[in-house]
């Protein structure tokens, strides 16, 4: 899997991607765990941080895979 960071997640968590290997397929609960135990300090952004699988918004019940590709998505402002 690999993992895209952009804006203020790619300095939490010092990169601006990172492949993981999973052992099965994750839920989005799973996932997360996994990130926080790499990149605890993604933890301040949790709550604002939207999940893409593959280029779209993740559902709450979609699974994530080795074969996928997922982006942590911050908050945006227009102006």
């Not at 997360?32 to 933890?43: D, I, M, N, V």
């Not at 999940?51 to 998505?73: C, G, H, M």
Request: hydrophobic share 45%; aromatic share 8%.
């Amino acid at each position: 899997m690999r993992v895209l960071f952009f804006a203020q997640l790619k300095d939490a968590s010092g990169c601006d991607s990172v492949e993981l290997a999973l052992p099965s397929p994750l839920n989005a609960g799973q996932l997360w765990t996994l990130l926080l135990e790499k990149f605890p300090r993604l933890s301040a952004h949790r709550a604002q941080v939207r999940l893409s699988r593959n280029w779209e918004y993740a559902a709450a019940d979609v699974l994530f895979s080795n074969d996928d590709e997922v982006a942590l998505i911050p908050p945006v402002s227009g102006g």
